[in-house]
Structures are given as structure tokens and as C-alpha cells.
């Protein structure tokens, strides 16, 4: 098998060293946002052993400090490549460090906003190139003592006399503030500046041109006879992955659906048309709903709940997955994984020198029983990449843009036991909320909608009839990344369709309350 080309050996790619700056993951995304492609690596990487050139290299900033034992340095080997340089914060301390050692801890910390001004005489410094005054965002509490050696002064701020240094021969810069960030007014300018115009990265970071190259880089790993496995849920991540694979290798790849009895309503049956009818994908589809169910029987608790029905699912998909015995006597070598670019940078950040790195991936189990290795085509993209790439192969719009839906379904948003009776009442209520929701024109504007089915009976009153029924509980959140989360501020008018509407038409509900708590200190999820 030949080896298959990295996406840094086809891309002209800014390599961003990680020392642990909790913006490092920014300075790929506003990279990537004028279309130039940009990883990240830790800062301990080894240069020598890089398959690919970086066209330009990124020092990110990081909590340490440079001058204390034991923090970490870039391998020297970094200078040798001979292509533009950028540190930012740590980064420039470090470059400070390495060429005089004159950083120390400053005598007030600066966190916050600062107006930088380029030096007179310094306006054709090409980082700063069309930018003269403006204000950025510093967090910092060490400063260079003194320039470092071969360096001048480019710009300067109140409290940074080095706010940004240049060396006088080499392409090496150092600035103390975060361009990353969007405080910073005019950052994405400077690191446009350094990596289009200095470092000549060509703008070709594109859904259109990754998708040829995904192919490609697909078939050779999985060779001419290779077969490939792997789940779908009908979220987007799945079925993009899924649809590149067909893309490529044809029905050589096998997609596994596993009705587990808590998907939404209707939702296997759409899953199942959209993907086989719609996008072509070798689905087959396993009912198991009876099987989940009867496992869940009696269960409340909700890590019982969770683990229950992973196992479940491991068990069903090996089952399935040694039944499929690929045309020519081989085996199944590959199961597919939708792991986007945010996991690989969580498991590569530099956590310090005393941490050891995380291992990624929730398959574990599957790997080792199966013997199974893993194929990953979404690991370089974040999620609006994976979207962009979906609307391009054709993956119909809704799906595209579907909220997220956790694995265990609607299992641990019935508080209580699962029985089947409870997903219906759960199932009903959800689709009304969607369903008023997407008609309101509010489905983008919200991260994520459901509703819950909280195991408490109240007392109501419909036609003169005395009822004693459950409760619904909406919930509808706005967040970026899911680590912190708003609720959404509904139309008082548009939660009270809402509440008629489940009440009226759903059987077992007398009453419905909207969730009006933040995360933290609450969940997304009830459970
Ligand atoms: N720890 C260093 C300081 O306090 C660098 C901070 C940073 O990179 N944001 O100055």
C-alpha cells in the first residue's frame, strides 16, 4: 500500500507550534478564513521529522514563561527551513529569548485593549503594510527587557515599548499582541500580511479543491481492494464523510444506520431516503429499536442510560460488520470516523510538559476487537468547513444545518425510564417545537432545540376534565462552541403556539415550561 500524501504536502501550509495559548486554534481559523491553509502542531514537534515544508511558521503565545526552567522552547531546527517567521506573545518573547535572553516578568501585567502605533520610518514594514494605528488585544504579564539581538523596533504601544520587533536581515517578527483575536481591529489584516504577502501561501484553501484531493488521498490509502465501514446518524458529519467515501471508493464503502428506538420522529426513515436514493451511499439499515428498548427497560439512570445503548451499538455494528463480506474474499479493513479538526487540536495542544497528550477517538472499543484501522477524511476541517463541503456534494440543505443530536437520541431527554410509550410522547412534543421553529424562521438562529420529558405528573384541566398528566420542558440554546451556552429569547407569543400546540396535540402532556438556564451552570442536555 502506498503511503497516502498529507494535506500539508498539497496545500501551501502555515505551520502554526502550539505552546498552549488558549487563541492557538484562532490563528488557523482567521488563516483559513482568506482561504490559506494553516495547522497546528505542538511546539515540542520535531522539524526533521515534518513530511511537508511549512511555507511559514506561526509561534503561538502560551501561559508559560520563557525564562523559568522547565517551560518550553521551539527546536532551533525551525530557523534553518529559511521561510518567514512569525512569534505572537510567547512566541516573540521566545524569539526574544533565543536571541539575547532579555524577557522578564513585567512590573504591571497588560490584559486588554492597547493602541499600537508603527513606528516613524517603519511604515513599510510589509506586516503592517496599509495598518498604521490601531488597537489590539494584549494578555500578557512578561516583556522583553531589551531588544534582541539583530532586531529593531516596529511598532510600539503605552505599555509595550516591543510591541512589535522585526530582525534587520531575516523574515522574523515578533508581536506581543493576539492578531487572532477579534478585538484586535485590523489582525486578520497583519496575518494576511504575513502569510499571503510575505510568506506567498497561495489563497487555494478550498472546499472545491479539498474535495479532489480527499478523493485521491482516500484511494490510495485504501488501495484498489480495500473495503470500508462506518456509522451514520443522519447528522452532517456522518453523511459528509459518508459521501466522500462513496465519492471515492464507490460500494466498497459500507454505511451502517442502526435504528436504536430513540431517533426523532420519522427521522430513520429520511435518513434512509436521503442517503441511498438522494446521495447514492451502500446503506443498510439495522432495526433494533426492540432490542434498545428492552435493554433500557427499567433504567433511570442516566450514565446507565448512556452506557446501555453505546454497548448496544458497539455489539449490533461488529455483528453487522462481519456479516459484509467484501466481493473478493477480503476483509473489512477500515472503519470511517467524522472527526473534525477541533478533536485533533484538543488531543495536540501542548499541555505542558508534565501532561501527557490525550489519545483521540471514541472508537476505540471498535478498533481493537476488530482489528480495524482508522480513516478520518473530515480530520482537517472545522464544522462550517464540513458544512461548506456538504453543500457542495450535494447534501440537501436541512441536513446540512440540523442541530446537533446527541448519540443515546431522545433517551436522556426522557428523564425517567425509557419505554416506548415515553419516546412517542417525547417524539410528538420535539416535532412541534422544530417544526414551529423552523416555520418561524428562527432554526439557523438557534444552536440547538428540543424538548424533554420530565417524569412528574401535574394536575390540569381540558373539556371540564380533571387531568393528571407529564410535563414538557423546552429547551432552545445560542452558542458558538458549545462550552458556554445562552437560552434563546423566544416571542411570548411564539411559546404560546408552542405550548397550545403540544398540549392539544399530544396525548400525556398537560403542562409545558421553557428552560431558562445558561450553561454553564446547566447542561445542554437534561441529562
Ligand atoms: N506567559 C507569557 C506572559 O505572561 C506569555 C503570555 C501569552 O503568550 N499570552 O507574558
Request: charged share 25%; glycine share 10%; hydrophobic share 40%.
Amino acid at each position: 500500500m502506498s503511503k497516502p500524501v498529507e494535506v500539508g504536502e498539497v496545500f501551501n501550509t502555515i505551520l502554526v507550534l502550539d505552546f498552549g495559548s488558549q487563541y492557538s486554534h484562532l490563528i488557523i481559523r482567521r488563516l483559513r478564513e482568506f482561504n490559506v491553509y494553516a495547522e497546528m502542531l505542538p511546539c515540542t514537534q520535531k522539524i526533521s521529522e515534518l513530511s511537508w515544508k511549512p511555507q511559514g511558521v506561526i509561534l503561538s503565545g502560551g501561559p508559560y514563561s520563557v525564562y523559568l526552567d522547565g517551560s518550553p522552547h521551539v527546536d532551533m531546527a525551525v530557523f534553518d527551513l529559511g521561510v518567514p517567521i512569525l512569534g505572537i506573545c510567547y512566541g516573540m518573547q521566545e524569539l526574544a529569548w533565543i536571541n539575547g535572553r532579555g524577557v522578564g516578568e513585567g512590573d504591571k501585567k497588560e490584559f486588554g485593549h492597547a493602541q499600537v502605533h508603527v513606528e516613524k520610518g517603519r511604515e513599510n514594514d510589509p506586516l503592517f503594510a496599509g495598518i498604521d494605528d490601531f488597537q489590539v488585544w494584549m494578555s500578557h504579564g512578561d516583556k522583553l527587557s531589551d531588544l534582541p539581538t539583530g532586531f529593531h523596533t516596529v511598532a510600539t504601544s503605552g505599555n509595550s515599548p516591543y510591541a512589535a520587533i522585526a530582525h534587520d536581515e531575516k523574515p522574523i517578527w515578533g508581536i506581543q499582541f493576539h492578531p487572532e483575536v477579534t478585538h484586535t481591529a485590523r489582525g486578520k489584516e497583519i496575518l494576511k500580511n504575513f502569510a499571503v504577502n510575505i510568506c506567498k501561501s497561495s489563497q487555494n484553501w478550498t472546499m472545491k479543491n479539498f474535495i479532489e484531493t480527499e478523493i485521491e488521498r482516500i484511494r490510495t490509502l485504501v488501495g484498489p481492494t480495500g473495503e470500508v465501514i462506518g456509522a451514520v446518524s443522519g447528522g452532517v458529519d456522518s453523511t459528509v464523510a459518508a459521501k466522500l467515501m462513496t465519492e471515492a471508493i464507490g460500494d466498497r464503502f459500507h454505511a451502517i444506520l442502526v435504528d436504536n428506538g430513540v431517533m426523532r420522529l420519522n427521522e430513520c426513515a429520511t435518513v434512509k431516503k436521503t442517503l441511498t436514493a438522494g446521495l447514492g451511499i451502500n446503506l443498510q439499515v439495522i432495526d433494533a429499536a426492540d432490542l434498545f428498548l428492552g435493554k433500557l427497560k427499567g433504567v433511570t439512570d442516566p450514565e446507565k442510560k448512556r452506557k446501555i445503548i453505546g454497548n448496544t451499538f458497539i455489539e449490533i455494528f461488529e455483528e453487522v460488520a462481519e456479516g459484509i463480506k467484501p466481493k473478493d474474499g477480503g476483509e473489512i479493513e477500515f472503519l470511517l470516523q467524522g472527526t473534525l479538526y477541533p478533536d485533533v487540536i484538543e488531543s495536540i495542544s501542548f499541555k505542558g510538559p508534565s501532561q501527557t497528550i490525550k489519545t483521540h477517538h471514541n472508537v476505540g472499543g471498535l478498533l481493537d476487537n476488530m482489528k480495524l484501522k482508522l480513516i478520518e477524511p473530515l480530520r482537517e476541517l472545522f464544522k462550517d468547513e464540513v458544512r461548506q463541503l456538504g453543500e457542495l456534494m450535494g447534501i440537501p440543505h436541512d441536513l446540512v444545518w440540523r442541530h446537533p443530536f446527541p448519540g443515546p437520541g431522545i433517551a436522556i431527554r426522557i428523564l425517567g425510564e425509557v419505554t416506548a410509550e415515553q419516546v412517542e410522547i417525547a417524539r410528538n412534543a420535539d416535532h412541534i417545537f422544530i417544526e414551529e421553529i423552523k416555520k418561524a424562521g428562527l432554526y439557523k438562529e438557534i444552536s440547538q432545540a428540543f424538548a424533554a420529558l420530565l417524569p412528574v405528573r401535574s394536575v390540569g384541566v381540558m373539556g371540564d376534565q380533571r387531568t393528571y398528566e407529564q410535563v414538557i420542558a423546552l429547551r432552545a440554546i445560542e452558542t458558538t462552541d458549545f462550552m458556554t451556552a445562552d437560552w434563546y429569547i423566544f416571542e411570548a407569543a411564539f411559546l404560546k403556539t408552542v405550548a397550545r400546540r403540544i398540549v392539544n396535540e399530544v396525548k400525556g402532556v398537560a403542562r409545558v415550561v421553557y428552560d431558562i438556564t445558561s450553561k454553564p451552570p446547566a447542561t445542554v442536555e437534561w441529562e
